[in-house]
Each structure stands twice: as structure tokens, then as C-alpha cells.
């Protein structure tokens, strides 16, 4: 049986809004009916599709989303189990390689899953466990005002016509082009490119190494990225996800209009004419890719604070990170739960916020940092400056200690140390509920 659902037309003081629906506003939807607070979103595309190639679900996330009730026999209809994660030098020798989720230990999986299919899957199943109406399509959250007990938003629609809603609290989950953002702090600066141009795209080929394995190869200068986002077909073909990205002088800063388009595969495969090894052969595998995008590896730099009395900044909005980390998605889900959590703790009251920014903020703020140095990709990096990518024996180059001790540390920061993680309690404690009594004490 669905629950109550809500239209534009009667969202309360009680409510929270929340601006946009991606998969770190969808997770935090889901979060709120699980806790028992009613929400409303706003998103401002028309109508839901699956835009997207891949990503990782790290096993942080993965946690969160079984503690959500999605099951990782859903997560599997929209990609699969990581089994192994390597790095290899440019001469397609290996550098790293380690287990990753389940097979490493893990309490639970990491998922390389498509985008676009796990946001439609939380879409869905928020429609599902709440109704049609909690989400609000056509309709973009472009300000706010705030008073003593309340947060109104300014809602404009498709037509250009513009509506107030209020609400408790306001959560701004649009992205690193957040209006939120850019009201909370309207002198921060420009979005920042640090002149790696990526192209992305996805082909049906072999998985490498494993049947799951992330691949990372090359130099910081030039670089690919490949591993699965489906289990093999009849014919041992998975749909393979791949990243090419090269380095360029960024003086003038970011020159184009836009920030996505699609490209040929002849506008960049070029850099990569001489990837080819006796395991994978980079110019013939794109040669076959069904589609390309391209896009610069884009972030902004760290704010002091994500909250501001009754408003919030989450996933994007709040910490847009390069992807060398692969947590930009689980951080926004991470979020997401950390701020019911601290709902359930406070109430639905700026205080929760303000604990949820004294959790997270410091530390996520030093994890985009990091992976604006190249996360876990550092280590090539590293052997870029030793010995140009060429070695014999990685271990004269890199030692094994030093290799395992530098993804530790990574790991660590981003949150997913596995004795870390697997020994921490639920960040929501099943059953967990806001209590109505800190609510009317906050009034």
C-alpha cells in the first residue's frame, strides 16, 4: 500500500524540500520516508531518463542502499560486483592490483553499476514507496529566503512562471551548477578545470583480467580507464565502460560553451595509438564504441561550511570531486544517510544539519582536495616521476609496502577502510524514527 502522497499545491512548514532529484536527492527521499518525514522534490528536467555511462558504488554506499531495502539483486539488473581493482604502467605491466568488496573482505560488495539505470532504479523505487506526486518534475528550485521557523523556496516552473514553497528545512541536491550553492556563497569562485579533458563512453567487449576488474593505465599526462557495468552475454561479452583522458594546458581555462557533448571517436583516439599490449589493444576497442562524450574533469574548490540555518548543500552541491576516486555517487548517498541520521538525533531542525555539516563537511572538503592530486591514481603519478611508466620489477621502482600503505591512506580518507567500515554500526539504525517531541521542542 502506497503512503499519503503530496502535490506542489499542499507541501507544509513541516515538510523538507529537496532541490533536485539525482541519486544523492532521490537516496535522501528515501531516507526521509524511511524515517518518517514527509519531503517533497524538485527536478528540473521534464521527465526521468537514464543519462549516464558508469560508475562505482563503493562499499560504503553499497550499505547504505541495503539499509535502504534495495537489494543487491537489484543492483545487480544495473551492473555488477567489482572483483578486483588494478593499476598497470605504460608498458601494460601491472603496478597494483588488490580484491575489491566481497572477495577482499568486505561486508558488502562494490558495485560498478550504469548511472543512469541506478538513478532510475531509486526513482522508481521512491514512485513506488511513496507516490507519483513526491516528486515534482518540470520544476527547479532557483532560491530561498528564510525566517525564525521556516525555509520558502522559489520554484520556477516549465512555462517561466515561478512559485514560493515552504518548508522545515530546504536540502540542495542540483549538482555543481547548485542555484543554492551560488546563493549560500555568491562570491565563490568559477568551477575549476585543472586541464584533464575526458571522453567517456561504453562498448561490448570482454571484460580484462577478471570478469569485474577495474583498470586504470597509464600516466597522469594520458590515461584510460575500463571495467564492466553488465555480466557477460551468451557470447562472453559484457557492456564495458571506458574512460580516456588526457592532460592539456589550462592558462585560458575552460573555452567551450557547454560541459558535455557528444564527439567522434576520430576527435581523440589518436592519444592512444600506442596503448596497445599483448592483453588489450586501446585503439581497436574503441573503435567499436556505440557512443562518446566528452567532457572536462571538472570540481570546485572546498567551502567552509555546507549549512546555512535551515538550508543544506549535499552531494555535488556541496563537494563536487574529480572521479579518480570513484566516490562522487557514494559520498551523495553517504550524505544523504548521514543526514537522516542526524534527523532522527535532532529532529527535523537546523541543528541536525549543523551536526550533519560537522561530520562530513572537514573531511569531504580534504577528499576533494585529494583527488584533485589523483586519488588512488596518484601512484602512477608516482611512477610516471621514478621511472617515465617503464620498469622490469615494479618493487625496484615502488616498493610493495609503500604501494599498499599509499591506497590505504586513500581508502581511509574516502571512507572506506574495511576494518573501518566493516565494524561501524547502521549510520540509521533499523526501525529508526523521528521522534515528533523534538520537533515541537524546536517550535
Known amino acids: 500500500m502506497l503512503s499519503k502522497s503530496f502535490s506542489e499545491n499542499n507541501v507544509t512548514q513541516d515538510k523538507i524540500l529537496i532541490a533536485g532529484g539525482g541519486i544523492g536527492g532521490l537516496a535522501l527521499a528515501l531516507t526521509l520516508h524511511q524515517i518518517g518525514v514527509p519531503c517533497t522534490v524538485f527536478e528540473a528536467v521534464p521527465k526521468m531518463r537514464p543519462l549516464g555511462v558508469g560508475i562505482n558504488l563503493q562499499p560504503n554506499a553499497v550499505r547504505e542502499l541495503f539499509d535502504l531495502g534495495i537489494e543487491e539483486e537489484k543492483l545487480e539488473k544495473v551492473g555488477l560486483p567489482v572483483e578486483e581493482w588494478a593499476l598497470v604502467g605504460l608498458n601494460g605491466r601491472e603496478v597494483y592490483a588488490e580484491p575489491r568488496g566481497l572477495k577482499a573482505g568486505y561486508n558488502w560488495p562494490q558495485f560498478a553499476v550504469h548511472r543512469g539505470e541506478l538513478h532510475m532504479l531509486l526513482y522508481r523505487t521512491l514512485i513506488e514507496r511513496t507516490g507519483s506526486e513526491v516528486v515534482q518534475l518540470g520544476k527547479k528550485v532557483v532560491g530561498y529566503k528564510q525566517d525564525a521557523t521556516s525555509v520558502t523556496a522559489r520554484i520556477s516552473r516549465e512555462d517561466g512562471t515561478e512559485k ?196 562530513l563537511c572537514g573531511p569531504v572538503s580534504e577528499l576533494v582536495l585529494r583527488n584533485r592530486g589523483a586519488g588512488p591514481f596518484g601512484l602512477l603519478n608516482l611512477l610516471d616521476e621514478r621511472c617515465g611508466g617503464m620498469f622490469e620489477d615494479i618493487d625496484d621502482v615502488i616498493p610493495a609496502a609503500e604501494r599498499l600503505e599509499f591506497m590505504a591512506k586513500y581508502k581511509s580518507a574516502a571512507g572506506f577502510a574495511m576494518e573501518q567500515l566493516n565494524g561501524a554500526p547502521p549510520t540509521i539504525a533499523a526501525g529508526s524514527r523521528v521522534r515528533p517531541e523534538l520537533d515541537k521542542a524546536s517550535r
Not at 571495467?227 to 581555462?253: C, F
Open 164 to 359: 514560493e514553497v515552504r518548508g522545515r528545512l530546504l536540502v540542495g541536491a542540483d549538482g555543481i551548477h547548485s542555484a543554492i550553492r551560488a546563493q549560500m556563497y555568491p562570491d565563490q569562485p568559477p568551477i575549476h578545470w585543472g586541464g584533464a579533458l575526458m571522453w567517456r563512453g561504453t562498448v561490448r567487449a570482454k571484460a580484462l583480467r577478471t570478469a569485474s576488474s577495474f583498470v586504470g593505465l597509464g600516466t597522469h599526462r594520458k590515461r584510460m580507464v575500463i571495467y564492466p557495468i553488465s555480466k557477460p552475454d551468451s557470447h562472453g561479452l559484457s557492456l564495458v565502460n571506458w574512460i580516456a583522458e588526457v592532460t592539456m594546458d589550462n592558462t585560458d581555462g575552460w573555452q567551450q560553451d557547454g560541459w558535455f557533448r557528444s564527439v567522434e571517436l576520430e576527435d581523440f583516439v589518436h592519444h592512444f595509438n600506442d596503448f596497445r599490449y599483448d592483453w588489450l589493444d586501446v585503439p581497436s576497442l574503441l573503435s567499436q564504441a556505440d557512443c562518446a562524450y566528452e567532457n572536462p574533469m571538472i570540481d570546485r574548490d572546498p567551502v567552509p561550511s555546507w549549512v546555512e540555518g535551515s538550508v543544506a548543500l549535499m552531494g555535488d552541491a556541496a563537494h563536487a570531486m574529480y572521479p579518480t576516486g570513484s566516490n562522487g555517487a557514494s559520498q551523495a548517498i553517504v550524505d544523504a544517510r548521514v543526514i537522516g541520521a542526524q534527523l532522527v538525533s535532532h529532529g527535523v531542525t537546523p541543528a541536525a544539519l549543523d551536526a550533519y555539516d560537522a561530520q
